[in-house]
């Protein structure tokens, strides 16, 4: 019980801190941030419960007003803001990662590659483009939307090829340090 | 780690929580149930007069908050010129500065402690599936955490470089990952040997 509530906490810490690292501007002017590798850390690493109560806590404290999200915002704005929908998905998307990893026992960095793809944009996309279509018209079409989201992914996919590579390497250092695993 | 609370006091600091989650709420959904633009600017000009009800000093401190949402702003504005639809373009810039506006209101006029014990409060249903002590214990031990892991950070960071001319990036990661871990086991036994959650 203590142990698990202390993972938790530090893993929401981790999503904190990773969330302060500076913004990358790809070539067409999309911002990546660390972000979303703390949401994929958290279920890569503590596995699908205590991952997604992880990023909840995060989220938690987010909204209480401490400016832990990316570019230092924090508070209630940004969980009804155009990028909302991403945040309200986060849970759901580190409960799946953390899933995959528990249930597929093949070698390390290519099913931390899959859980971190599939949660972070199979999973979390179609959160992120509802979210954004709710503040649109009627007379913006989803598709529309759903195809703008096409610029956040090459940074996701980068950022999921991170996430396995820092999965591989916590394995090679101490294979009993992947709590999914255990 | 300085919490958004603004420390002008106004008249909406004397609110408590609850009622202003609620307010937010409603407004919200009243947001985006609207789909004019007239009706939305107004609601956005009554939300401007709720900010300046706290003095000039307290409203440009909001808008300072409300400053990284520009570019995106800026992008969607654009993006619905090119489509031709200005309105409707008008109609989400407008939305978004309203819920995003009113959520800031509340956040700047609401202290830390206060938003605990409504947390603690509305998760009491929730007791047998996770205890208010728990849940008060996870909350202070990640916020005591975020300078810990940030330190922990910057000092891989600079070990990092110390040894080599090329950019850190996620190599300091893993070394940092593995120190939490083990702090994490060193915190629950102290947390045990005082007593623990019985």
Known sequence: ?182 | MIALTSPIRTPWHRIPPGPKLLALIALTAVAMAVSGPLPLALLLLALLACYTVGGGRFLRHGLAMLRPLLPLVVVLMGWHLILRAPEAGAVMVLRIAVAMGAANLVTMTTRLDAMIALITKVARPLSHLLPPKALALAIALMIRFVPVMAARHLAARDAWRARSARRAGWRVVPPVLLGTLDDADRVAEALRARGGMS
């Open chain 1, 1 to 182: 019980m203590e142990r698990n509530i202390t993972l938790i906490a530090l893993f929401a810490a981790l999503c904190a801190v990773l969330s302060t690292v500076p913004q990358i501007h790809l070539p067409m002017g999309v911002p990546i941030t660390a972000q979303s590798l703390g949401v994929m850390l958290c279920g890569i690493v503590l596995g699908a419960k205590r991952g997604a109560l992880a990023v909840l806590l995060y989220m938690a404290v987010a909204a209480m007003g401490l400016p832990i999200l990316s570019g230092g915002r924090g508070g209630l704005a940004p969980f009804v803001g155009p990028t909302a929908g991403f945040i309200w998905g986060w849970p759901v998307a580190a409960f799946v990662t953390g899933l995959i990893m528990e249930r597929w026992r093949a070698s390390v960095a290519p099913v931390a590659l899959v859980a971190a793809a599939v949660g972070c944009i199979l999973v979390l996309y179609p959160f992120g483009i509802v979210g954004l279509w709710l503040h649109a018209t009627q007379s913006t079409a989803l598709p529309t939307i759903a195809a703008g989201m096409a610029v956040f992914l090459p940074g996701d996919l980068i950022k999921a090829g991170l996430a396995a590579l820092i999965a591989q390497s916590l394995f090679r250092a101490r294979p009993q340090s992947l709590l999914s695993r255990t």
